[in-house]
């Protein structure tokens, strides 16, 4: 635990300096209370369906991101500062020493602040336009012990690059890439669609449940490798995965569930809409030597329509969808389909419970559901649940 992060003499557990000014975490009772409303959270909405299983917590609930972003600007005084914008407006607060972040990133923005210090790269100010280093971002790999720094800059020009990637690099031999991404507008914390790898191979490699997966800048990635595995572990056993079993993995992003899949004998297709997620994915079954996973790059809901249309079929569904849940067509699709298992991996449990509701009219029953504490201190509940069709779906009530 980091040196700066004073203890709570009442629980013993720590209390961060930033809460409440930054608005990355939203919880801050003991661990033990944290599970307990988020179980409490999962039972109220979600025990309509089937039982909630206990959640899956952590043993050492901090510095579990393996993802870590910093936005740059200037203190009164003129000093460069990093940090992150504050919940309730757009200061920016300084983060030095955040307890949910990977230990390995804050050393590394702390000689990168120096280093534009020395020379001269100006902090992008959102209000007036100006300046060059708009946010950073770090990834971690926990398994290869990897680490990607990228640069996101607002134009192509970075003075001094090969003195910035030079120190860098000597100042941190554990950094194994390092990219620059140009991102001319947009809002804060999104990337541009060019990147530069400056050094290194421009992505970073992890290992999952057996598996290994390449990530590049821009692809989507579970941020808490440890509760990644279980999560990933716990969806795999729903589906009983066996030889020779189709799966479709909607919203597959670099192609992680359904290699794990494919890896037990099951034929897959993953579906997902972000290009660099989809090559990543591509790679990673090569990476693998799985011939029996292919991809395809398209709207998660037009695929799944067009798939029912064509009288498609797979037995096993698993889905991931963003905050937003599923879209109506690719329920609608889902139902049609009519997979035997549907295996839902919810990050959002206001979504999840919609959508649940819509796939028991369609004759579903809920068999099982698992919170994962993937967010410690954040209200952010994880939650996996079996789907599995039961041949006539609910009667109707009649008045
Ligand atoms: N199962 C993956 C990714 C889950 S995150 C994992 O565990 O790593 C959700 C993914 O859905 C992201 O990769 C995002 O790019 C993708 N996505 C979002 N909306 C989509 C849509 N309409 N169609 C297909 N993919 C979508």
Request: net charge positive; charged share 25%; hydrophobic share 35%.
């Amino acid at each position: 635990m980091s040196k700066h992060i004073i203890a709570d003499p009442a629980t013993g557990e720590p209390v961060c300096r930033c809460f409440k000014r930054c608005g990355g975490c939203q919880l801050q009772e003991a661990y033990a209370g944290q599970l307990t409303y988020k179980q409490e959270k999962a039972e109220r909405m979600l025990s309509k369906f089937a039982p909630v299983r206990p959640i899956l917590g952590m043993e050492h609930p901090y510095h579990y991101r393996n993802k870590v972003q910093n936005l740059f600007g200037r203190d009164g005084k003129g000093r460069i500062i990093s940090g992150i914008f504050q919940s309730t407006g757009q200061k920016l607060v300084a983060t030095d020493d955040c307890m949910l972040e990977d230990e390995r990133a804050a050393p590394i923005i702390r000689t990168l602040k120096k280093l534009m210090h020395d020379l001269r790269i100006q902090p992008y100010d959102l209000r007036t336009g100006t300046g060059l280093l708009r946010h950073t971002l770090i990834r971690t790999s926990a398994s290869a012990g990897e680490v990607m720094l990228v640069l996101v800059t607002a134009s192509a020009m970075l003075p001094s690059k090969n003195n910035l990637v030079k120190a860098l690099c000597k100042a941190h031999p554990e950094i194994t890439t390092i990219v620059q991404n140009i991102c001319p507008d947009g809002r804060p914390l999104t990337l541009g669609t060019r990147s530069i790898t400056l050094f290194g191979s421009g992505t970073i490699t992890d290992e999952l449940c057996g598996c290994r997966f390449r990530i590049s800048p821009a692809s989507f990635y579970q941020v808490n490798p440890a509760q990644t595995e279980r999560l990933y572990r716990c969806a795999v056993d729903a589906a009983d995965i066996r030889e020779g079993v189709t799966v479709i993995d909607a919203y597959c992003g670099t192609g992680t569930i359904g290699m794990i899949c494919a890896k037990q004998g099951a034929s897959v297709i993953g579906v997902e809409q972000n290009p660099d997620a989809v090559r990543d994915a591509a790679a990673n079954a090569k990476l693998n030597r799985l011939s029996s996973i292919r991809f395809c790059r398209d709207d998660a809901g037009k695929f799944m329509e067009q798939l029912a249309a064509e009288g498609g079929h797979c037995d096993v569904l698993i889905m991931d969808p963003p905050r937003a849940g599923a879209s109506p067509a690719f329920l609608r699709s889902a139902a049609i389909l009519r997979p035997k298992k549907i295996v839902y991996v919810s990050c959002k449990i206001e979504t999840l419970e919609r959508d649940l509701l819509q796939l028991k009219k369609s004759g579903y029953q809920v068999t099982m559901i698992q919170p994962v504490d993937m967010f410690p201190h954040t209200t952010g509940i994880e939650t996996v649940c079996l789907l599995e069709y039961r041949k006539s779906a609910p009667a109707k009530k009649h008045k």
